[in-house]
């Protein structure tokens, strides 16, 4: 039989492509989530909250399409629960773990989180959601890896490193938590130190051990740098040691090689750095935007790049970034960071295949991030709205009730500001496969950072002052990147544009744990009234109830019958494996029957 050359090249992509497919994992993982308050990472007794006995918490390692189960056991005394910080939980919003999506993890019980990487590559993170735990640990880094058969837009490096970098209080998350009803805590007494990887610096003369990273010379490393923290963007720089920005969110970059990198609450970036100097030990530093802490103060953070045969300790003082109060040159450096059109990420076919030239928006959200005193409490709010939590999901209200009870769609206006400061329930419908422009405003003197879940957004403006329709003219629409947090400078505005592909009921938060917890968030629901599974999962078998769907007490005695409960799934036995990974081995199996009929019938 001969083939023609159009038929070896398509054949030879579908292979590529069933190779994708073909060699997703199931991963799975038990987590016991505990609290230690012997870890004393600021030298002070308080609660720390580890995963397995680790702070911070175990890597997740995956792949593009892999399956991740993980088994969380709640052995704190109060509720918990984790979100992937920028996976898109594609169609699956029932995974999120956010209080909008999911019941909590009561104390003393565990619940098995599901979700699969579909179609993103990248460094990115995980951190528990509800309570103000986050000041308090649980976070620890996710990679997701190209599949094989996709091609990395850079040599394989030597090695690669995690580095979670944020602040901490001296106090417990549980006393930051409780004294947020006053003024003081809840606008200003900001963190009190920098750790990296959980550890402090090393130019605290208390410290006994820091963090290091060994590397030979000659050699390429890759460090994905993570902003755990609450309230700090930060400056990130090695002595001596040039970086080459590579990657963020799941997106790759263009090329650009840096002296210092800036990183909001909440971003994830790769860099390479090559170790090209003389074998000695070498500062790593991340210090605080808008701070005049200097190099000993507790909130820089300080390790070391040691060379395998160095004996030479660092000399000198830890080198100086950006300047921490210039905004200008931190939105310079923004505006530096872009897609990389012609690689591919997850897919074979190149990032910039997926482009946002020529888009027709469907709707624009103008959202301003404020604070205001309601009732006497000080608050967070957007556009005068400070969020309500509500005892029940908004995603299970969704299933069991169409809302009703829960929340009212649309109550409050998402391009204007609220004409009083109130409280509410704030969900916003987000046009299901229509094209969404985002202009986020910030009038507080913090630098704020928005993420969205669900979603990645082309960053395609910043500027400083009010923003109007005739700046769209200044907007990059030729290669944004594309990523799922971007920063708002103080007194400015960002500009995004996402397309909402994603049916579900998804977060619009500031990443500012204060802000977030006292109210500066959203819920944008993508609706799509199709029942197809493939369009949106259905609850998963082990769905949690609670609110006004919260199973009644079991029966007195055996013989009684039990009381229903709302059409929720009974539990699922994790050894059969989850319906997802099913629909993911018949997709196998028809794409080889289309791809085999496709070849054959060249």
């Keep these: 039989m001969a083939f023609s050359g159009v038929s070896v090249i398509k054949f030879a992509y579908i292979l590529g492509m069933l190779m994708v497919i073909a060699n997703a994992e199931d991963i799975f993982l038990e987590w016991h989530v505990a609290i230690d308050t012997g870890i004393r990472p600021v030298f002070a007794d308080q609660p720390v909250i580890t995963i397995n006995g680790m702070f911070p918490g175990p890597l997740i390692n995956c792949s593009t399409n892999d399956m991740i189960h993980v088994n969380v056991f709640n052995k704190m005394d109060e509720p918990l629960l984790f979100t992937w910080n920028g996976i898109q939980q594609r169609l699956n919003s029932w995974q999120d773990g956010v209080s909008g999506t999911n019941c909590p993890i009561q104390p003393g019980t565990n619940w098995t989180y ?122 990130f720089r090695i002595q001596n040691h040039r970086m080459v920005l590579v990657e963020t969110e799941g997106s790759y970059t263009n090329k650009i090689k840096l002296d210092s990198l800036d990183v909001h609450v909440g971003q994830s970036y790769s860099v390479l750095v090559t170790a090209d100097k003389n074998p000695a030990d070498y500062y790593i530093v991340a210090s605080p935007k808008l701070s005049h802490a200097d190099a000993n103060s507790s909130i820089y953070g300080v390790v070391v790049l040691h060379y395998d045969n160095s004996t030479t300790p660092p000399i000198g003082i830890p080198p100086k970034g950006l300047d921490p109060f210039n905004m200008q040159l931190s939105i ?24 946002v030239t020529n888009v027709t928006l469907s709707q624009t959200f103008i959202l301003q991030g404020s604070s205001a005193g309601i009732d006497g409490a000080p608050l967070y709010t957007v556009n005068n709205v400070s969020y309500l939590t509500p005892e029940t999901p908004l995603k299970l209200a969704d299933q069991f009730a169409n809302g009703s009870g829960v929340y009212e769609l649309d109550k409050f206006p998402v391009n204007a500001s609220n004409v009083d400061a109130i409280r509410g329930v704030f969900v916003a419908t987000g046009i299901h496969r229509g094209w969404i422009e985002i202009v986020f405003k910030n009038e507080l003197e913090a630098i704020d950072s928005w993420h969205l879940d669900g979603f990645g957004f082309y960053t395609v403006g910043y500027g400083i002052g009010d923003w109007n329709p005739q700046l769209r003219s200044r907007y990059n629409l030729y290669d944004p990147v594309v990523r799922s947090t971007v920063q708002v400078y103080p007194g400015a505005w960002t500009a995004v544009y996402a397309y909402l592909d994603n049916p579900g009921m998804w977060n619009l938060r500031s990443q500012l744990l204060k802000n977030w917890h006292l109210g500066q968030e959203l819920y944008v ?78």
């Design 525 to 602: 629901r993508v609706y799509d009234a199709d029942p197809n599974p493939n369009k949106e999962r259905p609850p998963p078998e082990n769905l949690l109830l609670c609110g006004n769907f919260e199973p009644p007490p079991a029966p007195p005695t055996p013989s009684a019958p039990s009381a229903p409960t709302p059409s929720a799934p009974s539990p699922k036995d994790p050894s059969k494996g989850s319906a997802t990974s099913q629909q993911v081995a018949w997709f196998k199996i028809l794409t080889i029957y289309i791809a085999t009929t496709l070849f054959i019938g060249q």
């Design 114 to 235: 599901v979700f699969q990487t579909k179609d993103q590559i990248g460094s990115f993170f995980y951190f528990p959601s509800i309570n103000f735990q986050k000041a308090g640990g649980g976070f620890g880094p996710i990679r997701i890896n190209n599949r094989i058969a996709i091609n990395v837009p850079f040599p394989k490096p030597e090695a690669e490193f995690d580095l979670l970098i944020g602040d901490w209080y001296q106090e417990s998350y549980k006393e930051i938590r409780s004294k947020m009803k006053k003024m003081q805590w809840a606008y200003f007494s900001p963190p009190d130190w920098m750790l990296m990887n959980g550890k402090v610096s090393l130019m605290n003369p208390n410290t006994t051990e820091h963090e290091s990273f060994t590397v030979t010379k000659g050699k390429t490393y890759r460090f994905r740098i993570s902003n755990v923290g609450t309230a700090w963007s930060f400056n």
């Design 332 to 355: 310079d450096q923004a505006k530096d960071i872009r897609w990389n059109l012609t690689t591919g990420a997850a897919r074979p076919n190149p990032q910039g295949t997926f482009n």
